[in-house]
Structure formats: structure tokens, C-alpha cells
């Protein structure tokens, strides 16, 4: 089983910049990927971004150039830094992440830190 905290969220204004953290603990081998989704009211979750183990990273267009993700594998952490926000980034952003454990690779999700942008 895999705990995740995440930490971070807030209010900011148009333009600030805001980072995001999620911490894994537990019981597992390794961790594969990590990532980051939101859920904005009245919408579906959608992919932030995403990093492999090995480091390589995907983003959704939307936020391309504005965020980045990463990661310390020591700490079994991931991070989202967010600049340049905007109000439609306003959502609740969950950590994703897939750790193999006895068996087969599992998924688990955080529970959500409430971003907030004002205009």
C-alpha cells in the first residue's frame, strides 16, 4: 500500500507562481511513473504532466512552457512547478503516481490540493 501527501496549493494572482509537492510512503519496491492531474468544477480530470522513472516528461499543451514536473527518486517525491498561472488553471490538483509493490504495478492518488488563481 502507498500513502500520498501533497502540499502547496493556495490562492494566488494571475501571473504568480505556485509549486507543488507529493510525498510517497509505504510498502514497495519502486516507483515508475508520477504525475500530476486536475479536476476543474463541472469538468473531468485531465493530465498535467507526467515523469518516468527514468526521467522523461509529458505535459498537456495547456500548460507546456508554464510548468514544469519533477522529481527525487531519494525522497520518493514529485513536484509541479507552476508559473505564469492563469484563472482557467484553477482547479484541484491530485498526484498520480504507479508503484510496484508485491505483485503487479499499482496506481494511486493523492487527495487533491485545492488550486485557486484569481484574475
Known amino acids: 500500500q502507498v500513502q500520498l501527501v501533497e502540499s502547496g496549493g493556495g490562492l494566488v494572482q494571475a501571473g504568480g507562481s505556485l509549486r507543488l509537492s507529493c510525498v510517497a510512503s509505504g510498502m514497495f519496491f519502486s516507483i515508475n511513473s508520477m504525475g500530476w492531474y486536475r479536476q476543474a468544477p463541472g469538468k473531468q480530470r485531465e493530465l498535467v504532466g507526467t515523469?518516468?522513472?527514468?526521467?522523461?516528461?509529458d505535459y498537456a499543451d495547456s500548460v507546456k512552457g508554464r510548468f514544469t514536473i519533477s522529481r527525487d527518486n531519494a525522497k520518493n517525491t514529485v513536484y509541479l512547478q507552476m508559473n505564469s498561472l492563469k484563472p482557467e488553471d484553477t482547479a484541484v490538483y491530485y498526484c498520480?503516481?504507479?508503484?510496484?509493490?508485491?505483485?503487479?504495478?499499482?496506481?494511486?492518488w493523492g487527495q487533491g490540493t485545492q488550486v485557486t488563481v484569481s484574475s
Open positions: 498520480k503516481v504507479v508503484a510496484t509493490g508485491i505483485g503487479n504495478p499499482r496506481t494511486y
Open positions: 515523469i518516468t522513472s527514468g526521467g522523461s516528461r
